[in-house]
């Protein structure tokens, strides 16, 4: 069975960092890009970016560029994303998925997120 | 506000059919025919219905089904059962630059 588990909720202060995990098995991790997404509360899907873990090539979305870290370790089959600095504004449920993305003439093009991990809560409250 | 519209809400009748638009630009759901659903449960993460417009994936219910007319893409859930009540979103890739869109989701209550 194709399945990616994220790591356990986190309470964290402003300021301070971390770094979430998404462990695939099921599949060769390094052949499919992952993506992540965030979910604010009451709130919508919003993509936040993706990473190849064969090769760490990794995109962001420019509204979370340069606010978060996407990395992998393809030798334990993880993809992290990552804070330097959290805000309350970061509070939010954050999904990573397989996603479909291939790349033609040089654009790369998107066409699906399957399967999804169960979604790590982040809360960031003084 | 969302790349993509959809109704915040939409219902419908045990057995009913229903259907949820998802209306975009050239610049993605009518300038390519990678449009995906997906359905989320309450305190669950998201599940792929259909991809690349109308193809549903192994496992999904063929009471399940997409298409795509111009800008707006569309979800069609027949036979309508109480287990169908939940969020459901769609997503289309975009030539701009934040390459991935989804909608603001559609809440579907079973009556």
């Known amino acids: 069975e194709v399945q990616l588990v994220q790591s356990g909720a986190e309470v964290k202060k402003p300021g301070e960092s971390l770094k979430i995990s998404c462990k695939g098995s099921?599949?060769?991790?390094?052949?499919?890009?992952i993506g992540w997404v965030r979910q604010m509360p009451g709130k919508g899907l919003e993509w936040m970016g993706i990473?190849?873990?064969?090769?760490?090539?990794?995109r962001y979305s420019p509204s979370f560029q340069g606010q978060v870290i996407i990395s992998a370790d393809k030798s334990i089959s993880t993809a992290y994303l990552q804070w330097n600095s959290l805000r309350a504004s970061d509070t939010a449920m954050y999904y990573c998925?397989?996603?479909?993305?291939?790349?033609?003439?040089?654009?790369?093009?998107?066409?699906?997120?399957?399967?999804w991990g169960q979604g790590t809560l982040v809360t960031v409250s003084s | 506000q969302s790349a993509l519209t959809q109704p915040a809400s939409v219902s419908g009748s045990p057995g009913q059919s229903i259907t949820i638009s998802c209306t975009g630009t050239?610049?993605?759901?009518?300038?390519?025919?990678?449009v995906s659903w997906y359905q989320q449960h309450p305190g669950k993460a998201p599940k792929l219905l259909i991809y690349?417009?109308?193809y549903r994936p192994s496992g999904v219910s063929n009471r399940f089904s997409g298409s795509k007319s111009g800008n707006t893409a569309s979800l069609t859930i027949s036979g309508l059962q109480a287990e169908d009540e939940a969020d459901y979103y769609c997503?289309?890739?975009?030539?701009?630059?934040?390459?991935?869109?989804f909608g603001g989701g559609t809440k579907l209550t079973v009556l």
């Open positions: 998925a397989r996603q479909s993305w291939f790349c033609n003439n040089g654009v790369c093009y998107t066409r699906w997120f399957d399967p």
């Open positions: 050239s610049s993605d759901v009518g300038g390519y025919n990678y």
């Open positions: 099921g599949y060769s991790f390094i052949n499919y890009w």
């Open positions: 997503s289309s890739y975009t030539s701009s630059i934040t390459l991935v869109v």
């Open positions: 690349d417009v109308s």
């Open positions: 990473i190849h873990p064969g090769d760490s090539d990794t």
